[in-house]
């Protein structure tokens, strides 16, 4: 069955790849220079990049299709906006701008509150840039006035009722201000507001205006610019704008870590094809191996601009990605090259170069592509933008790979085949040449001759001489790993990892903070701790909307229904007992004083409108033609702090007001604006799930077709799974949740996991050694040093971030960080271990016996053909020679 897998797709794919290698080796300038003029072409797409780039946080980390955004359309279908500005029945979170002053330990002290309506006064000042505006012209009204802030309401604006003044808490006068007063102390009756730590001052102003734009830009500049307040006070701001801004400043930080990335990058790949010959090494290699990945990076994001692609700020890390697979498949490019015959001509070493790393990195690139499309299904389109733009940017690193870089890898190839220095050009004596030099010339003559060699290669194999690393791995780590009681502490190793994982993942923390959009130390995040510190005890005020068109308001049984889904409500530790905000409460109530027999429905319907208009709640009823289409109610949650109560209160108000639909027939909704960025909650664990198990089993078919064993397939997905359950695990650890940022990088890590265990694995199926522990080790020999040097090229893409001052980057690396790590010790750990417990992997010793037959009968030589051993000498000669000769450097 194997065998017919080799030959039914395994062959074929060599085969083809080699065509190409010897074409690319053939025609060598026009596969480099044809990508460069297309990346050029390409490139112009940057262009369109600042028209766009998208900084829209609802748009980019809220699901597309989620619930909420569907609840506000219907609320904005169902209600009008009133005459009279109202925090309470605003869609959105509004236009605003807010400030929190802390600082003296009771700040509704005279003087204390003088400062604050001081604050007011310099905020009501402010004016656009052109001076055209201030926020009187553009303020939210509420009876012809600007909206009051309820702090300042509250004792009048004036800061002598301060000490005099009865305000309650947190309503007061039918004012709610648990969200503008916080930190509070209450009197003796358990009423009375006795003294506050914070108070909330918010400014409204119109939505969707450029003046209103411009005026929030005006506040921003203010508060960061002069000394916004007496020294006896602290002031925290915060502009409905901030989050948006400061993502744009946040992704902007990285751009200088781009071009310490790529020096790092260059710099580990010029040391990892160092060679002390000066013909061998391959420093030029190495930095058109960078620059490749570059192009790639320059091609797709300018073809995906020229399509009018939105460009998210998160694809900002896509290219320290891009650049550590690029070099990745370059070191498998060069690790075969050197392992092909150096007296073969140019096409031949490229053919054969090409059909030995034509499966490993087509595997590889095909799984990192899939699974970045497989992240389309998210219904992030954070997580969308980037899995685009980098799955198309390795589909273009795949193909520079072969075209670009293989072009110049073949030229390379001709400096090596004239025995020409790295630097300089200039033909060099090969080993050969010195030693016969010895022969032919007085010892003089042959000192400069010989002082400047290359060219060594080994006499046996015929191929480059094997570089430490290689033999670091074959007869040292190896026969280490190889041995009985390492094999057992490995699997110990591997129990202990597996068992921090699973507890790991039953610790991880769901959704993103918003805060966290923001760079560190930014006074987004200074705003957000005041808020979380003194204003978490209340909750949003949330929207009761009964949608029933037929709902009998004046009918008692049905009244008495929604009685009783408000007291289901109530029950809930998360909802304020007795604080719901009700339009028919307060017409009952209005009923019975005014004797009006409001269980009769035209007495009912007749009565309602002049009640709503006098009273302030026409906003939150729906009449039409005499009939009640709609109608709302609120209801104030409390103890909402963190993201798992935000998590719980919206399941707990989605579920009781389905109960109260299918127990009491009462059609509700529930709605606020912060449910839109609740609902994360809801698809974040079941989205990432699916994404996982999707890719996963994409991934197990592209081995079955690319890996000729069914059970070495097995053993990579088995490689997925581990480590993605791993880097779950440790990411709690690290403090990092489960959100749309953290699930970029768990469809990394699926990738990833192919890339190491897959070139280990189709390694150690096509070694010819008779032993599982053999083949492991010659596994191990081939691909170890390229997979360490994948590995390392890959942090050094990503290092620099950790030093980012953005939670979105520095989570990048820590994930990247974790899946690299994790990834690699199974590569070169774990999976050989597991291999060698699995005989079935290994190709049996028949078919191995007859591969060897029909090798020896092809390789012996034909008529003519001279069977003497060639004159081909390797470093150790020209090492034993400069023994011979000491005075040569």
């Not at 400014?203 to 508060?223: G, K, Q």
């Amino acid at each position: 069955m194997a065998r017919c897998h080799t030959d039914c797709v395994e062959k074929p794919v060599s085969a083809a790849f080699g065509r190409l290698g010897r074409a690319v080796g053939r025609h060598r300038w026009p596969f480099l220079l044809l990508p460069l003029l297309l990346s050029g072409g390409l490139g112009a797409g940057f262009y369109f990049l600042g028209a766009l780039e998208t900084s829209d946080v609802e748009r980019d980390f809220t699901p597309v299709d989620g619930a909420a955004k569907a609840e506000r359309e219907e609320v904005r279908r169902l209600f009008r906006r009133g005459e009279n500005f109202s925090t309470l029945r605003l869609d959105t979170e509004g236009a605003f701008a807010a400030l929190i002053v802390t600082g003296p330990p009771d700040l509704l002290q005279p003087g204390a509150f003088q400062q604050l309506l001081d604050l007011d006064a310099q905020v009501r000042s402010i004016r656009t840039e052109d001076s055209r505006s201030n926020f009187s012209s553009l303020c939210e009204r509420t009876h012809g006035a600007c909206a009051p802030n309820a702090a300042l309401q509250a004792f009048n604006y004036n800061a002598s009722e301060v000490a005099t003044k009865y305000v309650t808490f947190p309503t007061n006068d039918g004012v709610f201000l648990g969200q503008a007063i916080g930190g509070v102390t209450l009197g003796a009756d358990g009423r009375q507001l006795d003294s506050a730590q914070a108070v909330r001052l918010f400014y409204f102003v119109r939505e969707n205006e450029s003046e209103s734009a411009a005026w929030l830009d005006a506040f921003i500049r203010t508060f960061s610019q002069e000394p916004a307040a007496p020294e006896t006070v602290l002031v925290s701001y915060f502009t409905s704008i901030s989050r948006e801004e400061e993502f744009k400043s946040s992704s902007k930080s990285v751009i200088p870590f781009f071009s310490i990335t790529y020096f790092l990058a260059i710099t580990i790949s010029i040391i990892s094809c160092l060679r002390m010959d000066c013909v061998r090494t391959k420093v030029w290699v190495a930095v058109f191996g960078v620059l490749s990945a570059g192009l790639a990076v320059l091609s797709s994001f300018g073809l995906l601009l020229l399509c009018g692609m939105p460009f998210s700020m998160t694809v900002a890390t896509s290219p320290f990605l891009i650049l550590g697979i690029g070099v990745d498949d370059m070191f498998i490019m060069i690790s075969c090259w050197q392992k092909t015959k150096v007296k073969n001509e140019v096409e031949e070493r490229m053919a054969d170069t090409y059909k030995d790393a034509a499966v490993s990195i087509t595997i590889t690139t095909l799984t990192d592509v899939l699974a970045f499309y497989i992240g389309l299904l998210t219904p992030f389109r954070s997580v969308q933008s980037f899995c685009t733009y980098t799955g198309t940017a390795l589909l273009f690193c795949y193909f520079y790979n072969i075209t670009f870089f293989g072009a110049f890898l073949a030229l390379n190839g001709k400096r090596e085949e004239a025995n020409r220095h790295w630097l300089t050009c200039s033909v060099v004596p090969s080993p050969e040449e010195v030693i016969s030099s010895i022969h032919d010339a007085p010892r003089e003559q042959s000192k400069c001759s010989s002082c400047n060699v290359g060219g060594a290669y080994d006499p046996d194999t015929g191929t480059e001489e094997e570089i430490p690393c290689n033999y670091f791995f074959k007869k040292v780590y190896g026969p280490f790993l190889m041995n009985n009681l390492t094999k057992a502490f490995v699997v110990l190793l591997y129990a202990g990892y597996l068992a921090a994982s699973i507890y790991g993942c039953l610790q991880i923390k769901e959704g993103i903070d918003l805060k966290n959009l923001a760079t560190d130390g930014s006074y987004v995040s200074s705003y957000y701790d005041n808020e979380d510190k003194y204003f978490s005890e209340y909750g949003p005020n949330v929207m009761l909307i009964i949608t029933d068109k037929n709902f009998q308001y004046w009918n008692e049984i049905a009244r008495h229904n929604l009685t009783s889904c408000i007291n289901e409500f109530e029950k809930s530790e998360m909802v304020q007992n007795g604080a719901i905000i009700s339009w028919l409460r307060a017409y009952v109530a209005y009923g019975n004083t005014a004797s009006l027999n409001l269980t009769d429905e035209r007495v009912f319907l007749q009565n309602l409108p002049p009640f709503l208009q006098v009273s302030g709640f026409s906003p939150d009823v729906n009449i039409s033609g005499g009939t009640i289409l709609a109608s709302r109610m609120f209801i104030q949650t409390v103890n909402v702090s963190t993201a798992l109560d935000e998590k719980n209160m919206l399941n707990f108000m989605r579920q009781t007001a389905l109960s109260c639909h299918s127990e009491l027939a009462v059609e509700l909704m529930v709605y606020h604006p912060a449910f839109i960025y609740y609902d994360q909650y809801a698809v974040i664990v079941t989205n990432t799930i699916q994404n996982i198990v999707v890719a996963t089993l994409t991934m197990l078919v592209i081995s079955l077709l690319l890996i000729p064993n069914p059970l070495c397939s097995l053993w990579v997905t088995f490689a997925i799974a581990s480590v993605i359950v791993g880097v779950a695990g440790f990411m709690a650890f690290w403090d990092v949740n489960l959100d749309s940022i953290s699930m970029i990088n768990l469809i990394i890590c699926i990738g990833f996991s192919v890339d190491f265990s897959a070139h280990i694995s189709y390694a150690f199926v096509s070694s010819q050694e008779k032993t599982a522990n053999e083949k492991a080790i010659e596994a191990l020999y081939r691909l170890g040093y390229p997979v360490m040097q994948g590995a390392l090229s890959t942090i050094a893409g990503v290092v620099v971030l950790a030093a980012a001052p953005s939670y979105i980057f520095r989570t990048f690396f820590k994930i990247m960080f974790l899946v690299i790590l994790f990834g690699a010790a199974h590569g070169i750990v774990f999976i050989p271990v597991f291999l060698t417990f699995f005989g079935a992997c290994a190709k049996n010793h028949v078919e191995d016996e007859q591969e060897k037959q029909q090798n020896n009968l092809q390789m012996q030589p034909t008529v003519g053909q001279s069977t003497q051993p060639s004159t081909q000498v390797s470093a150790l000669n020209y090492k034993f020679h400069l023994q011979l000769n000491p005075d040569c450097p």
